[in-house]
Structures are given as structure tokens and as C-alpha cells.
């Protein structure tokens, strides 16, 4: 699996759990402080089957179709280059995988119904989540 955006690792952290010991969660950031933060959080709660790296989403440090499901979670909305956002995700994906991005598209569709997300405050949005496949 591989988290787009990885921050801290909370995300990743919770994806480890999902895919078990053989599974690999890959998360990636382009900030040197959060890739340090989120290896030392993960040597804290002891988990290994997580791989941090450095670099932006725009150009994934991932080789082509090594993973099956990509997960982003507040970070593509804030890609100012989304188009090289979803080729990396295409390029990175195996065929067949799966895409989840909730906060973009709930972002995108709760943008023209609340001037609140704007200013990135968080609004529930009626629209439900349907995953990309
Ligand atoms: C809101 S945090 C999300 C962190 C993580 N998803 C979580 O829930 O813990 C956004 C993270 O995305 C990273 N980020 C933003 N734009 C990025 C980009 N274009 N490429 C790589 N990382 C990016 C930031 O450095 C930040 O750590």
C-alpha cells in the first residue's frame, strides 16, 4: 500500500495494521522533518512492515505497478499539479489495483457547497464516499 502525503505516518501506521506482517506500506513526504518523524514514530510503536521515503507526489520515489492500493488522505487536494498527481498513481498501481483518495473528493464536491472549506476548515459533507477503482 502506499499514502500519499504521509505526514507523520498516522495513516501508514494504520495501514501497516491492515496489511499484516507480508505486506508493505510505503508513505511518502517531501519533507525531511516529517520522513524523520515518522521513522522515529514508527521504531516508537514497533512497527517495521513501514517504509518512509522522501519525495513529492508529483514524482512518486515508487518504481512502476509495485503496489496494488494507493491511499491519500489531505494531501492531493493541496498538489498544485493534480494531473501528475493521478499519472504517478496510474504509473505505480499494478493493473487491477485500487485508488482511495477520501479527502480530495470530498473536498472537491463539499468546495462548491460550503465557503468553509476554503479556509480548510473541516465540514461534513452529505455527498457519500464512493472509491475510485
Ligand atoms: C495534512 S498532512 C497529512 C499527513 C497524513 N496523511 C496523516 O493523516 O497523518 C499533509 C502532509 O503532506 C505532505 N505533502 C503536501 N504536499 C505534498 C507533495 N506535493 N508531495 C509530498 N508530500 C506532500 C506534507 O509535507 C505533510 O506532511
Do not use: W, Y
Not at 17 to 39: L, N, W
Not at 53 to 65: F, M, N, Q, Y
Not at 92 to 110: M, N
Request: overall charge negative; charged content about 25%.
Amino acid at each position: 500500500m502506499l499514502d500519499l502525503g504521509s505526514g507523520a505516518g498516522f495513516d501508514a501506521f494504520l495501514a501497516a495494521q491492515r496489511v499484516g506482517e507480508s505486506g508493505k506500506v510505503i508513505g511518502v513526504d517531501m519533507t525531511h522533518e516529517m520522513i524523520e518523524k515518522a521513522i522515529v514514530n514508527a521504531e516508537k510503536l514497533n512497527i517495521s512492515n513501514v517504509d518512509f521515503r522522501l519525495g513529492e507526489i508529483e514524482k512518486l520515489p515508487v518504481s512502476d505497478s509495485a503496489v496494488d492500493v494507493v491511499i491519500s488522505n489531505c494531501v492531493i487536494n493541496l498538489s498544485p499539479d493534480k494531473s501528475a498527481v493521478f499519472k504517478e498513481i496510474h504509473r505505480t498501481l499494478r493493473p487491477g489495483a485500487a485508488s482511495l483518495f477520501q479527502t480530495f473528493f470530498v473536498q472537491e464536491k463539499c468546495l462548491k457547497k460550503s465557503a468553509a472549506t476554503l479556509r480548510l476548515i473541516p465540514v461534513e459533507c452529505p455527498e457519500p464516499f464512493h472509491p475510485v477503482r
